[in-house]
Each structure stands twice: as structure tokens, then as C-alpha cells.
């Protein structure tokens, strides 16, 4: 499984980066006003250095919510960086959207997802990725690891191209269930990534093993 990170802070990018774990970023406009990046040219420079950190995809997110604007927007961010991946939110503008920058060549991920419905159109619309929300399904007492095991499963069996890149994942234990589930990627706050680290007989066992070399040698 692929690990993107989610997030526009580029310290926290370079961190994921350094790690060597890092597949690919997504962003927002929330992470990116999180971030205080505001005006279109700090925008697009924005994307552009989070492409000179990473080697992977990044996903930047068009405003327009018209097809026209969608579709130019999505084609002056895809002509900023060959990692660029064009974010659009799952409307009946954005499926469009999807559909013509598909054809032109131009890799999207189609957001906003949340339920096997939604990710079908945008799948034959030909995304690269589809992003379904775990954190906030959960938010709203439905789980979100079946919805990414059900677009999983209809991938699988469709043999569609498209990857599920599970979003709006919050923790660990959302990531161990993301694999299960089948997801191609799971895009996670930096926080989350580096508790997969976290246990205690890793900590117990080091400690030990210094003590004892330290015993004879220390
Ligand atoms: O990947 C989508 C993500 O940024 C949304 O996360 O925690 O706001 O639901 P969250």
C-alpha cells in the first residue's frame, strides 16, 4: 500500500520524505488555508515546492465548481508539475470534469467520495484515484473502512485502473484497517504515520539490549 501524506506544511512533508516511506501528498483548500497560503500565485508555487520535495503523485484541488472552470483550472494546475494530480470534488460538473481530463491525458483524483455510487461514476469517468472519506463516515456513526472495502472489492472485480486512495483517515488504527480493507493508498496526517512506530516491546526490548552490550562493554 502506498502512503501519501495529507497536508500542505512543508516541514511536515520533508519530515515523510526523509522518513523514505513517502509515496505522495494531497492537499486542499482547507490544508492549504491551514497553512496560510492564500493568492493564486502563492498557490501554484505552493504545489511546485511540495513537488520539489516528494518523488510521488501530489493531488492539488481545483475551486471552480462550473465544468468550464473546472477544466481549465485542471489543466493549468496539471501544466505546473508531471506529478501534479488534479483534485475534483465528486459533482455531476466534476464527473464531467474527470472525464475530459482523463481523455486529455491529465491524472485526477476525484474527492469528496462517499459511497460505492460515487465511485463508480468517477471510476468509468476514468479517475486515477478516487478518494472516499473514512474520518468523517465515521464522524456520522457510519463506518468508513466498508465503504473503502466495497469500492475495493468493485475495482477488484470490475478491473477498473482506478486506486482508492482512502482520505480523511485520523490514526493508526484506521491505517491497519485501510490495508485490510484493500486500499491502494491511504493519505494520513504525518502524526498517524509515525505512530505505526509506537510499541512498547520495541522500546523494552531496545532498552535491554543496550543494557546488557553496556554491561560488557559499557
Ligand atoms: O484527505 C481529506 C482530508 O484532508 C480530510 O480530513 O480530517 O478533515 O476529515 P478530515
Given at each position: 500500500m502506498n502512503f501519501f501524506i495529507d497536508t500542505a506544511n512543508l516541514d511536515q512533508i520533508k519530515e515523510a520524505q526523509d522518513l523514505g516511506i513517502l509515496d505522495g501528498v494531497t492537499t486542499n483548500p482547507s490544508l492549504m488555508a491551514k497553512e496560510g497560503i492564500k493568492g493564486a500565485k502563492n498557490i501554484t508555487q505552493h504545489y511546485v515546492d511540495i513537488c520539489n520535495i516528494v518523488d510521488g503523485d501530489v493531488s492539488a484541488e481545483v475551486i471552480a465548481t462550473d465544468y468550464e472552470g473546472m477544466i481549465s483550472e485542471g489543466e493549468e494546475l496539471a501544466a505546473l508539475h508531471p506529478q501534479i494530480v488534479v483534485k475534483v470534488p465528486c459533482t455531476k460538473n466534476g464527473?464531467?470534469?474527470?472525464?475530459?481530463?482523463?481523455?486529455?491525458?491529465?491524472?485526477?483524483?476525484?474527492?469528496?467520495?462517499?459511497?460505492?455510487?460515487?465511485?463508480?461514476?468517477?471510476?468509468?469517468?476514468?479517475?486515477?484515484?478516487?478518494?472516499?472519506?473514512?474520518?468523517?463516515?465515521?464522524?456520522?456513526?457510519?463506518?468508513?473502512?466498508?465503504?473503502?472495502?466495497?469500492?475495493?472489492?468493485?475495482?477488484?472485480?470490475?478491473?477498473?485502473?482506478?486506486?482508492?486512495?482512502?482520505?480523511?483517515?485520523?490514526?493508526?488504527?484506521?491505517?491497519?484497517?485501510?490495508?485490510?480493507?484493500?486500499?491502494?493508498?491511504?493519505?494520513?496526517?504525518?502524526?498517524?504515520?509515525?505512530?505505526?512506530?509506537?510499541?512498547?516491546l520495541t522500546d523494552k526490548g531496545l532498552e535491554q539490549f543496550l543494557a546488557d552490550y553496556n554491561k560488557l562493554n559499557g
Open positions: 464527473i464531467k470534469a474527470v472525464k475530459y481530463l482523463s481523455t486529455k491525458g491529465i491524472r485526477t483524483n476525484c474527492t469528496l467520495i462517499f459511497s460505492v455510487g460515487q465511485a463508480l461514476l468517477a471510476a468509468k469517468a476514468g479517475a486515477t484515484y478516487v478518494s472516499p472519506f473514512v474520518g468523517r463516515l465515521d464522524d456520522i456513526c457510519t463506518d468508513g473502512i466498508v465503504l473503502i472495502r466495497q469500492i475495493a472489492d468493485m475495482f477488484n472485480y470490475y478491473a477498473f485502473d482506478t486506486q482508492v486512495l482512502a482520505a480523511s483517515v485520523r490514526h493508526t488504527m484506521h491505517i491497519i484497517q485501510c490495508v485490510e480493507a484493500g486500499a491502494h493508498v491511504a493519505t494520513c496526517p504525518l502524526s498517524a504515520i509515525v505512530g505505526l512506530l509506537n510499541h512498547p
